[in-house]
C-alpha cells in the first residue's frame, strides 16, 4: 500500500507541476507582451528590465493558480489511471475509497502549505519588487488613484486625516497632514515633498511647509507659516499600513492585513474590503484540499477511447468557475455588507458540498 501512495504522489505532483509550468509560461507571455510597450519609452528601460519585472510578477500568478492546477493534474491523474485500469488494479490491492481519500488529502494538505507560503511571504515581496523596479527603470512612482491614498488616525483627542500620493521604494511622495481638534478645528497642515519611515514610530519629513492655526478666543484664528528642510511627525501608521492603502489588500501579509484592519476599526472607518480579503487569503489556499477531493470521483469512471480530453475540460471549467466565484462572492460581500467570514468561505463551501455529493454518489454509492 506505501508502494501504492508513493506512486500516485508522484504522479499527482508532476503532473500538477507541468500544469502549473504551462499556465505560467502562458500568462509570461501575456504580461511580457504587454509590459513591451514601455520599452523604449524610457531611457533606461529594455527588453532585460521588462523580463525581470514580469518575472516577479509570476509569484502572484502561482498563487491564483495554484488551486485550479491542482484540480486540473489531479483529475488528469485519476482519469488516466481509471482510462488504463490500473485503478481498478490498485481496487483489488486494497486501496479501498476513504484510504484513496486520504491519500489525496495528504497531498492536497502539501499544496494547502505550499500555496498559503507563496501567497503570504513569496508574493507581496516579489509584487513589491516589481513595482521598484518598474519605478526605478522608468522613472516613475508607484502611484494610488489621482488623489492617492488617505489614512485616518486618531491621538490624543486629535484627529489626523493623511494623504500620501504616491509610493516609491521606501520614500512616501507627496505627503499632506491635516490635523483636527475635538471640536472639528484645524489644527496643523503639513505639506511634504517626501517623507521616510523610521521603525519607532516616526516619519521623517523632508522639504516641509508647515501651516500652525491656533484660537485665542472661539470667533479668533491665528495663522503661522514655517518652512523646513526637515520636520519630524509621530505616528502610529507603519509603512506597512501605507502601502495597504495603496497597494491591494491581497498583496500583503495576513498578519499585516489584520493590523490594518484594526487600525481602520480604531480609528472608525470601514473594514470590510479589507476583512473579506483577510478571510480570503485564510481559507484560499484550504481551496487545494476541496480539489483533490473534487479530482477523486473521475477515478471511478468508465471512459472510452477520447474521453480523456473531455472530462480534463470539464476540469480546467470547474476550476475557472470556482476561481469566478470567489470574485463575485468578494465583489457582492463589499457591496451588501456581507459578514466578511462567510462572504470569503462560501465558494469553498459551496465546491467543497459539491465534492463531496461527487465522491458519495460516484464512489460510495456506485
Given at each position: 500500500?506505501?508502494?501504492?501512495?508513493?506512486?500516485?504522489?508522484?504522479?499527482?505532483?508532476?503532473?500538477?507541476?507541468?500544469?502549473?509550468?504551462a499556465?505560467?509560461?502562458?500568462?509570461f507571455?501575456?504580461?511580457?507582451?504587454?509590459?513591451?510597450?514601455?520599452?523604449?519609452?524610457?531611457?533606461?528601460?529594455?527588453?532585460?528590465?521588462?523580463?525581470?519585472?514580469?518575472?516577479?510578477?509570476?509569484?502572484?500568478?502561482?498563487?491564483?493558480?495554484?488551486?485550479?492546477?491542482?484540480?486540473?493534474?489531479t483529475?488528469?491523474?485519476?482519469?488516466?489511471?481509471a482510462?488504463?485500469?490500473?485503478?481498478?488494479?490498485?481496487?483489488?490491492?486494497?486501496?479501498g475509497?476513504?484510504?484513496?481519500?486520504?491519500?489525496?488529502?495528504?497531498?492536497?494538505?502539501?499544496?494547502?502549505v505550499l500555496?498559503?507560503l507563496?501567497?503570504?511571504?513569496?508574493?507581496?515581496?516579489?509584487?513589491?519588487?516589481?513595482?521598484a523596479?518598474?519605478a526605478?527603470?522608468?522613472?516613475g512612482?508607484?502611484?494610488?488613484?489621482?488623489?492617492?491614498?488617505?489614512?485616518?488616525e486618531?491621538?490624543?483627542?486629535?484627529?489626523?486625516?493623511?494623504n500620501?500620493?504616491?509610493?516609491?521604494?521606501?520614500?512616501?511622495?507627496?505627503?499632506?497632514?491635516f490635523?483636527?481638534?475635538?471640536?472639528?478645528?484645524?489644527?496643523?497642515?503639513?505639506?511634504?515633498e517626501?517623507?521616510?519611515v523610521?521603525?519607532?514610530?516616526?516619519?521623517?519629513?523632508s522639504?516641509?511647509?508647515?501651516?500652525?492655526?491656533?484660537?485665542?478666543?472661539?470667533t479668533?484664528?491665528?495663522?503661522?507659516?514655517?518652512?523646513?528642510?526637515?520636520?519630524?511627525?509621530?505616528?502610529?501608521?507603519?509603512?506597512?499600513?501605507?502601502?495597504?492603502?495603496?497597494?491591494k489588500?491581497?498583496?500583503?501579509?495576513?498578519?499585516?492585513?489584520?493590523?490594518?484592519?484594526?487600525?481602520?476599526?480604531?480609528?472608525?472607518q470601514?473594514?470590510?474590503?479589507?476583512?473579506?480579503?483577510?478571510?480570503?487569503?485564510?481559507?484560499?489556499?484550504?481551496?487545494?484540499?476541496?480539489?483533490?477531493?473534487?479530482?477523486?470521483p473521475?477515478?471511478?469512471?468508465?471512459?472510452?477511447?477520447?474521453?480523456?480530453?473531455?472530462?480534463?475540460?470539464?476540469?480546467?471549467?470547474?476550476?475557472?468557475?470556482?476561481?469566478?466565484?470567489?470574485?463575485?462572492?468578494?465583489?457582492?460581500?463589499?457591496?451588501n455588507?456581507?459578514?466578511?467570514?462567510?462572504?470569503?468561505?462560501?465558494?469553498?463551501?459551496?465546491?467543497?458540498?459539491?465534492?463531496?455529493?461527487?465522491?458519495?454518489?460516484?464512489?460510495?454509492?456506485?
Open positions: 500500500m506505501k508502494t501504492l501512495r508513493k506512486m500516485i504522489f508522484k504522479d499527482v505532483i508532476t503532473t500538477v507541476a507541468f500544469v502549473t509550468l499556465f505560467l509560461a502562458l500568462f507571455f501575456f504580461d511580457l507582451l504587454d509590459e513591451m510597450r514601455y520599452v523604449g519609452r524610457y531611457e533606461q528601460y529594455g527588453v532585460p528590465q521588462a523580463m525581470l519585472v514580469v518575472l516577479l510578477e509570476v509569484p502572484n500568478h502561482l498563487y491564483e493558480l495554484l488551486p485550479i492546477t491542482v484540480l486540473i493534474g483529475i488528469y491523474v485519476m482519469a488516466r489511471l482510462q488504463s485500469s490500473e485503478f481498478t488494479i490498485m481496487r483489488t490491492s486494497g486501496l475509497p476513504w484510504l484513496a481519500l486520504r491519500t489525496l488529502v495528504t497531498i492536497g494538505a502539501g499544496f494547502v500555496t498559503f507563496i501567497g503570504d511571504y513569496i508574493a507581496p515581496l516579489s509584487e513589491r519588487a516589481a513595482s523596479t518598474q526605478k527603470f522608468q522613472g512612482t508607484v502611484t494610488s488613484g489621482a488623489t492617492g491614498a488617505w489614512l485616518k486618531r491621538k490624543d483627542g486629535r484627529t489626523l486625516a493623511i500620501v500620493r504616491n509610493i516609491r521604494d521606501d520614500e512616501l511622495l507627496g505627503v499632506r497632514i490635523e483636527f481638534d475635538a471640536d472639528g478645528r484645524m489644527l496643523r497642515q503639513i505639506h511634504a517626501k517623507a521616510e523610521k521603525d519607532n514610530d516616526l516619519w521623517k519629513l522639504q516641509v511647509r508647515r501651516s500652525e492655526f491656533s484660537y485665542p478666543e472661539p479668533q484664528a491665528r495663522l503661522q507659516r514655517y518652512t523646513e528642510a526637515e520636520y519630524d511627525f509621530a505616528t502610529n501608521l507603519t509603512s506597512n499600513m501605507v502601502a495597504a492603502a495603496v497597494h489588500p491581497d498583496r500583503m501579509p495576513t498578519i499585516e492585513l489584520f493590523r490594518f484592519i484594526q487600525h481602520l476599526q480604531s480609528n472608525d470601514s473594514a470590510q474590503k479589507y476583512e473579506i480579503e483577510f478571510w480570503r487569503k485564510l481559507f484560499y489556499p484550504l481551496s487545494c484540499l476541496v480539489m483533490v477531493v473534487l479530482a477523486l473521475f477515478a471511478y469512471l468508465h471512459f472510452r477511447s477520447g474521453g480523456l480530453a473531455g472530462y480534463v475540460f470539464g476540469g480546467v471549467m470547474a476550476g475557472i468557475s470556482f476561481f469566478l466565484l470567489n470574485n463575485v462572492f468578494g465583489y457582492a460581500g463589499n457591496l455588507n456581507w459578514q466578511p467570514m462567510l462572504t470569503a468561505a462560501a465558494p469553498g463551501v459551496i465546491y467543497s458540498l459539491l465534492s463531496l455529493g461527487a465522491f458519495t454518489w460516484l464512489v460510495l454509492r456506485r
